[in-house]
């Protein structure tokens, strides 16, 4: 039975990482509903949220898959009951002469407004897809000119972390020597 499952992908940040992860999902067919990749408080890493529906066989499939991969350091499947999972979203709505019922609304779901133009407002929301989903019906009637959401993103709650002590690889250093001789000729 399908479940939804989200992934904590620690990378390295490198060049292409994105590009050979979303390929091992499309070369096996695997399907990725939202996907949301930031730096950690490591600057050589990664962490790549990936939400996906799958079977426990595709799941596992995925990890091993994933694990191939040389930039891929770590996956970690989040537990569902134990995870804070968010969505972001902006909208941009003509508000017109319904500003002040849009204005309550938005308070109502916690919504920001970010910014004023004229009779435009931009809304900044952040949830789950759930509340996302209604806030985005409560104001369709008022006319979204434009919207954008981030993928999920994910942390488990407590103390439990996804980390690495020690690369499983060994990732080359820049030879200094060699650059501040190139650096010196030009």
């Given at each position: 039975?399908?479940?939804?499952?989200?992934?904590?992908?620690?990378?390295?940040?490198?060049?292409?990482?994105?590009?050979?992860?979303?390929?091992?999902?499309?070369?096996?067919?695997?399907?990725?509903?939202?996907?949301?990749?930031?730096?950690?408080?490591?600057?050589?890493?990664?962490?790549?949220?990936i939400?996906?529906?799958?079977d426990?066989?595709?799941?596992e499939?995925?990890?091993?898959?994933?694990?191939?991969?040389?930039?891929?350091?770590?996956v970690?499947?989040?537990?569902?009951?134990?995870?804070?999972?968010?969505?972001?979203?902006?909208?941009k709505?003509?508000?017109?002469?319904?500003?002040?019922?849009?204005?309550?609304?938005?308070?109502v779901?916690?919504?920001?407004?970010?910014?004023?133009?004229?009779?435009?407002?931009?809304?900044?929301?952040?949830?789950?897809?759930?509340?996302?989903?209604?806030?985005?019906?409560?104001?369709?009637?008022?006319?979204?000119?434009?919207?954008?959401?981030?993928?999920?993103?994910?942390?488990?709650?407590?103390?439990?972390?996804?980390?690495?002590?020690?690369?499983?690889?060994?990732?080359?250093?820049?030879?200094?020597?060699?650059?501040?001789?190139?650096?010196?000729?030009?």
């Open positions: 039975m399908e479940q939804n499952h989200i992934l904590s992908i620690l990378v390295r940040n490198q060049p292409g990482v994105l590009m050979r992860v979303a390929g091992m999902f499309s070369r096996r067919g695997f399907n990725i509903d939202s996907l949301a990749v930031g730096i950690t408080q490591v600057s050589e890493l990664s962490r790549i949220t939400s996906m529906r799958s426990e066989a595709t799941l499939q995925v990890q091993k898959q994933l694990a191939k991969l040389v930039e891929v350091e770590k970690k499947v989040l537990p569902k009951d134990s995870m804070t999972a968010r969505n972001m979203a902006l909208i709505v003509a508000s017109g002469e319904k500003r002040l019922e849009i204005l309550k609304l938005a308070d779901f916690r919504a920001n407004v970010i910014d004023v133009t004229g009779t435009i407002l931009i809304l900044e929301i952040t949830g789950s897809e759930d509340k996302l989903r209604a806030f985005y019906e409560v104001m369709d009637p008022y006319g979204i000119l434009e919207m954008v959401q981030t993928g999920t993103i994910a942390l488990e709650r407590g103390e439990q972390t996804i980390r690495i002590e020690e690369s499983k690889y060994v990732w080359p250093q820049p030879d200094n020597e060699k650059i501040r001789d190139v650096c010196m000729v030009i």
